[in-house]
T-cell receptor
């Protein structure tokens, strides 16, 4: 199993550009998440999904959009990139039966710089 | 609003020492608490997950405890090794999978 994979690993965007960060998991997990980590800080939840077709906002959703058309994939869309979106983005997945969730497995991250 | 705090922010110890990392949280109504390890420039690796009904979990040289009533968790590392050097993050789940993270403790184990 590859676990959680993310592409690209690095990206530099100009202000106002858009891009999609890709995330895929092959563990048949029902829950998937997107986090961002700013330097020296913990992670903050951007969006999450409890299953295909169902998404919800986390703590810091502004400036981002997500979709989940399959169990395996959970792309994160940045529209009109801003310098404040410079960060490292992590995708994660877990198995959960509400309200209980289990270990979250993380991808290697995408380092994004907006200039 | 749930807040998670980790103290100290950084810790340096000589090889072979036993050490304790601390995590505190403000809302005791949690489903579980997870400890993660993060190496520089890498993703997070789950170390231990403690469900709210449990008091501790052990994996090898690691032991994590949970005291919900006092809002505290500790991660005990026995006989530390240079390979244990990393940032350790704790995170609590009180909304069915939505983790709230602390800022981490950066551990350095000197040979």
């Amino acid at each position: 199993n590859a676990g959680v994979t993310q592409t690209p690993k690095f990206r530099i965007l100009k202000i106002g550009q858009s891009m999609t960060l890709q995330c895929a998991q092959d563990m048949n997990h029902n829950y998937m998440y997107w986090y961002r980590q700013d330097p020296g800080m913990g992670l903050k939840l951007i969006y999450y999904s409890v299953g295909a077709g169902i998404t919800d906002k986390g703590e810091v959703p502004n400036g981002y959009n997500v979709s989940r058309s399959t169990t395996e994939d959970f792309p994160l869309r940045l529209e009109l990139a801003a310098p404040s979106q410079t960060s490292v983005y992590f995708c994660a997945s877990s198995y959960a039966v509400r309200p209980f969730s289990y270990e979250q497995y993380f991808g290697p991250g995408t380092r994004l710089t907006v200039t | 609003k749930q807040e998670v705090t980790q103290i100290p922010a950084a810790l340096s110890v000589p090889e072979g020492e036993n050490l304790v990392l601390n995590c505190s949280f403000t809302d005791s109504a949690i489903y579980n608490l997870q400890w993660f390890r993060q190496d520089p420039g890498k993703g997070l690796t789950s170390l231990l997950l403690i469900q709210s009904s449990q008091r501790e979990q052990t994996s090898g040289r690691l032991n994590a405890s949970l005291d919900k009533s006092s809002g505290r968790s500790t991660l005990y590392i026995a006989a530390s090794q240079p390979g244990d050097s990393a940032t350790y993050l704790c995170a609590v789940d009180n909304q069915g999978g939505k983790l709230i993270f602390g800022q981490g403790t950066e551990l350095s184990v000197k040979p």
